[in-house]
């Protein structure tokens, strides 16, 4: 993986998120629907998908599954965990991923302790199958600012939930002065990083062309079309090329579309542009050992 400054480069962790498909807590349009998941059906699928990725990426990915108000324990229990030790046996990994959204009002990612309690559970949960997780991701983006701190207390060391530019407060989704490129979170992670200490947490934003956090700003398959999905990905090459640093950013797909043909198509194209476009399929720990080594060389 050696990069020099005329070899631009886009290190991509593919992120899959594990879930189901109605689960709409802010979306009035919706009437913030949340059907239960059907958890028989995701494992099915999850298996299907991670299969696809052995072939695609070579097992480079992370699993990000679903834990919230709604499927606390579902997707961290009995025949799925095994899908997740298979995924791992091919190279993949394992996040802890939390939705700790109200139905049609508010959110409980403010809360230290219920995000302790609920944080550890999940990784509890994990380690009890020998599998450890790696990072961590917020739905919807959110990330408190005690976050670091927890994550670092608990020896994870690799967050994933950041959109650059967002800013929602009422969903502790805020991330204005976020860098579109992996980098250490600084303490206050919604400050900007010039004047702070740095944390140890290494945040492996979503890929997303600095103009926005929208959907049509950012690397999430099925809210985007390919062609849309295929100027970001020029965005963040030509950034790459720019600034003779090599970007390290996350793509975003659910296994709860893997019943939609037209979806899995369209990740499917989208992964098969990146080996020919600067791109290289990577883990988290692969990214951040990197970014790691990359700063070491920089400082000697
Ligand atoms: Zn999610």
New binding site residues.
């Given amino acids: 993986m050696a990069q020099t400054v005329d070899n631009p480069h886009i290190l991509l962790v593919p992120l899959l ?1 594990v ?1 189901w498909l109605v689960f709409a807590p802010f979306d009035p349009a919706r009437d913030h629907r949340i059907d239960p998941p059907d958890v028989a059906k995701s494992i099915g699928e999850t298996r299907s998908l991670c299969r696809k990725m052995r072939e695609l990426t070579g097992g480079k990915y992370i699993l ?1 599954p ?1 834990s919230g108000i709604y499927c606390r324990t579902g997707y961290y229990e009995g025949e799925m965990l095994e899908v997740y030790a298979e995924a791992v046996a091919d190279g993949g990994e394992l996040c802890v ?1 939390l ?1 700790e959204e109200i139905k049609g009002g508010g959110v409980r990612y403010g809360e230290p302790d219920h995000m302790e309690a609920v944080f550890l559970d999940c990784k509890k949960r994990l380690e009890a199958v020998g599998i450890a997780p790696v990072a961590y991701r917020g ?1 919807h983006y959110a990330y408190a600012p005690f976050m670091n701190r927890l994550l670092e207390e608990s020896g994870i060391f690799i967050d994933c939930s950041c959109a650059p530019g967002m800013e929602y407060p009422d969903r502790q989704a805020i991330w204005t002065e976020a860098e579109v490129s992996g980098y250490y979170l600084p303490r206050n992670p919604r400050g900007p990083g010039a004047g702070q200490a740095p944390s140890k947490v290494f945040e492996i934003p979503i890929g997303s062309d600095g103009e926005g956090s929208a959907y049509a700003n950012i690397l999430h398959v099925e809210q985007s079309d390919l062609d849309n999905l295929k100027r970001i990905w020029g965005v963040i090459r030509e950034r790459a090329r720019r600034s003779g640093q090599p970007q390290i950013v996350h793509s975003l797909f659910h296994t709860g579309s893997m019943g939609q043909p037209e979806l899995v198509e369209r990740f499917l194209r989208f992964l098969e542009i990146v080996p020919g476009n600067g791109g290289t399929f990577v883990t988290t720990v692969e990214a951040k050992a990197f970014y790691d080594a990359a700063a070491a060389e920089a400082r000697a």
């Fill in positions: 998120d879930n990000s679903h991923h939705h739905g």
